[in-house]
């Protein structure tokens, strides 16, 4: 409550406000939310993001000559999902025996770090998890490539990312990358509408049965679903089109 009281008062003394989401905005400006100084700018990748040919960091090489089903990337914990994935492989490694996931991130608590490498060890997942610590962003598109779909299987009882728009989903699209994610109003009008990959309830089998429908997919119909992830990237959700009203907001203020 201190930090919105803040927030609050520092925003009240700037030119305009640049926010992610309308969310925040709401908050600062509670009475006047849409004033004309205020902006929201989500935060999209720039386009072709991924288009560079960088050099493969020599940890890389190994990892970059396999090809993955499944890829996850960022923060490694138990509302971002970690731990469902696991189960799911688990839940799928018998019917695709070659089930190959990669895990890019980082842990922050060392006890769920623990439970991590234990579970790979107890349920016999170390042919099927690959983990790989954290990159710098600029090189994930090299794995991003390597992969097929991207996983976001986020709490949604965490408000923050129940509502928020997270970058690695539209990095995922941009790689061409369809996208397994959660159930919600905001991802039903991102994934679902635009049938651009499957959402479910956050239930392990839930998620490993439409995992699995789409592992089962014919190359055409991937093929297909991925192109329309690099459309949607190319022609919506990228920085690019956020520039109009950003010189916009600066039009405005100067």
Same mark, same amino acid.
């Given at each position: ?33 849409? %004033? ?5 700018? /989500? ?13 493969? /960091? ?11 089903? @499944?890829?996850?990337?960022? =923060? ?25 996931? @990669? ?30 610590? $954290? ?8 794995? @991003? ?6 996983? $976001? ?12 728009? /997270?970058?690695?989903? #539209?990095?995922?699209?941009?790689? =061409? ?12 009008? #991102? ?5 651009? =990959?499957?959402?479910? /309830? ?9 995992? %699995?429908?789409?592992?089962? #997919? ?20 990228n920085w690019e089109s956020l520039e109009p009203k950003f010189f916009e907001l600066i039009q405005r203020i100067t």
């Amino acid at each position: 409550h201190f930090y919105l009281i803040l927030q609050r008062f520092l925003a009240s003394r700037t030119h305009a406000v640049i926010a992610v989401n309308q969310d925040i905005l709401n908050q600062l400006f509670p009475r006047n939310s849409k %004033a004309k100084n205020l902006l929201v700018m /989500p935060n999209y990748p720039v386009k072709h993001v991924w288009d560079s040919d960088p050099v493969i /960091p020599a940890g890389l090489k190994q990892l970059c000559t396999m090809r993955f089903d @499944l890829i996850y990337t960022g =923060g490694l914990t138990r509302d971002r999902g970690i731990f469902k994935i696991l189960k799911c492989a688990t839940l799928l490694k018998n019917d695709f025996p070659h089930l190959k996931i @990669l895990i890019i991130g980082k842990f922050h608590d060392p006890a769920i770090e623990e439970e991590f490498n234990d579970s790979i060890s107890t349920f016999n997942l170390n042919a099927v998890i690959y983990y790989q610590e $954290w990159i710098p962003p600029e090189k994930i598109g090299i794995l @991003l490539k390597c992969s097929r779909f991207g996983l $976001w299987i986020f709490n949604p009882k965490n408000k923050r990312m129940r509502l928020a728009t /997270p970058l690695k989903v #539209l990095e995922y699209m941009a790689a =061409g990358l369809p996208v397994i994610s959660i159930k919600t109003p905001l991802m039903k009008s #991102l994934i679902e509408y635009n049938e651009l =990959g499957k959402l479910c /309830p956050y239930q392990s089998r839930s998620i490993a049965a439409n995992i %699995a429908k789409l592992l089962k #997919l014919p190359q055409s119909e991937y093929d297909a679903m991925s192109q329309r992830c690099l459309d949607i990237s190319e022609s919506r959700f990228n920085w690019e089109s956020l520039e109009p009203k950003f010189f916009e907001l600066i039009q405005r203020i100067t």
